[in-house]
């Protein structure tokens, strides 16, 4: 039988990198994020349930269109761009691939637009789990907004999650994906 943790998991403990679809992947680790990445919206498929009904009774469940997860995630900033265009960039240039990440391909494909790969990697091992667990969203596809604090400004990031979501403890390995 699997055990879970004792430790309770926190912002501390989270590593985010992004990469994109070429064939070695180009990747970037986020830098100054804040600690509050969010998945919503991950169900068991990553398909709406359609709920069958007969007059008053539930009769039974069915597949419905594909959900879309929805992923969240901010940093403090020094620029929302690079000054250069060349890498390494910021996480705004490689989300859109503009800039410094302009040769970047996405990964639906070349010529398809702008999706990347996030691991969210958990820190286990430092508090005595046997691995670090890591969450995959493949194919994520980002906006962003800016907003002025005087804390430090921010960049807000929302992704959709067109992918699959893998979780990953030590060897066990859970896929979320849509309905085939």
Excluded: H
């Excluded at 830098?31 to 990553?46: I, K, N, P």
């Amino acid at each position: 039988m699997a055990t879970q943790s004792t430790q309770p998991k926190n912002f501390a403990g989270g590593v985010l990198r992004f990469s994109d679809g070429t064939g070695t992947p180009v990747t970037l680790t986020g830098q100054m994020f804040e600690g509050d990445y969010s998945l919503d919206g991950v169900a068991q498929d990553l398909n709406e349930d359609v709920v069958f009904t007969s007059r008053t009774l539930v009769i039974g469940l069915g597949v419905g269109a594909p959900s879309i997860p929805q992923l969240s995630m901010s940093c403090k900033w020094g620029n929302i761009v690079g000054s250069s265009g060349t890498a390494p960039g910021t996480v705004t240039e490689f989300v859109t691939g503009k800039g410094a990440y302009a040769a970047n391909v996405s990964t639906l494909g070349a010529n398809r637009r702008m999706t990347v790969d996030v691991r969210w990697t958990i820190e286990g091992t430092g508090w005595g789990d046997t691995a670090d667990e890591t969450v995959d969203c493949e194919d994520v596809r980002f906006n962003f907004g800016i907003t002025e604090s005087a804390e430090a400004n921010k960049l807000a990031f929302t992704g959709k999650v067109l992918g699959n979501i893998v979780i990953t403890n030590s060897s066990n390995v859970v896929t979320l994906s849509q309905f085939a």
